[in-house]
């Protein structure tokens, strides 16, 4: 398989884990009658790895702590934009519904945080590689996912296929022109993950501010050094690094411009806008997803904490199902695997 195929199948698995169902409007979503099952399915396959997500199966928990350096305060009503410290914990993911699948496998990288307000509230935050979405609504996307299904004949998916579908949908040029250049990097310490899907700050007089946020790294790609026959490769040197300091990275957020499409996570805010530094994600522990705390939390994206709201990005309010239909089947499975 190709290059490009890969990387193709991958954002497809990316995208499994981000925009996957609408039955939060009665099952049923534009020209299709499609919900969050239709999709837990598709992306997991004739065999599912029981007690395990469907989409990101892999990955490592992490925890430590976002230090606010108060310049979104302004912006937002959020206690966490206030200058001082919030702990979080999270998870590092690699694409894919195999849990045992070698870390370099798969181009697809996230970075999931929940964050934990003095006050109880919580803000989740799921960040992938891509600064844009290959498609803007979820029915386009399950075709996507449909196109991306390996060929019963070979196993593998099928070009035709794949190359069908981006020719009918010209609004995937901006996501293929990144996946063109995208070159995954040593470390999870040195990916930038993006936001993708627009919300609004909300701030204490009401007014909303339309932002996308991404993590920037600190750490550069020619820190690390990979033994790329260990499966565990990445995660590994995570923990390695872990033990000379915190893993760190910039929380960056870009206003939007009057002209700015919201909604539509497939076109992007090109060209000058306006960006402002919230502070630093500090990274400090790393353990393994058995037994971490990270396993247990549905990193929902619409867990939001005043001050931070959705925008009508159809996809955005899509994942939130899914996420839930994924979480309930893996934790029926625990549970019976248990008994």
């Not at 990316?14 to 979503?29: D, H, V």
Request: charged letters at 20%; one cysteine or more; proline letters at 6%.
């Amino acid at each position: 398989m190709n290059s490009h195929i890969k990387g193709t199948l991958a954002v497809g698995l990316i995208a499994a884990g981000l925009a996957l169902a609408f039955s939060w409007a009665g099952g049923i979503f534009g020209r299709d009658t499609l919900n969050a099952p239709d999709f837990v399915n598709l992306q997991q396959g004739a065999k599912p790895h029981a007690g395990f997500r469907r989409a990101h199966a892999k990955g490592l928990c992490i925890s430590g702590e976002f230090v606010s350096n108060g310049n979104l305060a302004t912006y937002s009503a959020a206690q966490l934009f206030e200058q001082g410290s919030t702990p979080f914990t999270g998870r590092y993911s690699i694409g894919g519904g195999n849990p045992t699948a070698p870390d370099l496998a798969s181009p697809v990288r996230s970075l999931a945080l929940s964050l934990a307000q003095a006050n109880g509230e919580q803000w989740r935050t799921a960040m992938n590689t891509p600064p844009v979405l290959a498609v803007g609504n979820p029915v386009d996307f399950f075709e996507q996912l449909q196109s991306l299904q390996p060929d019963p004949a070979t196993g593998k998916p099928d070009r035709s296929k794949i190359m069908a579908f981006f020719q009918a949908h010209p609004e995937s040029a901006a996501f293929l022109a990144w996946q063109k250049t995208y070159t995954p990097t040593a470390s999870f310490a040195s990916e930038q993950f993006h936001g993708i899907n627009a919300f609004y700050l909300v701030d204490r007089n009401g007014k909303q501010h339309a932002v996308r946020w991404a993590a920037v790294p600190r750490s550069t790609n020619t820190e690390a050094t990979l033994d790329r026959d260990n499966p565990n490769a990445l995660q590994e040197e995570l923990i390695k690094r872990l033990q000379n300091g915190p893993v760190q990275y910039d929380l960056v957020f870009t206003f939007a411009n009057d002209s700015d499409v919201i909604d539509n996570g497939a076109i992007p805010w090109a060209g000058e806008r306006k960006q402002i530094t919230a502070g630093t994600i500090n990274i400090t522990r790393a353990e393994d997803q058995s037994t971490g705390n990270c396993n247990a939390i549905n990193f929902d994206p619409l867990v939001l904490p005043r001050g931070i709201a959705p925008s009508g990005d159809p996809i955005l309010r899509a994942r939130s199902a899914a996420y839930a239909e994924s979480y309930r089947r893996r934790a029926r499975e625990t549970l019976l695997e248990s008994n």
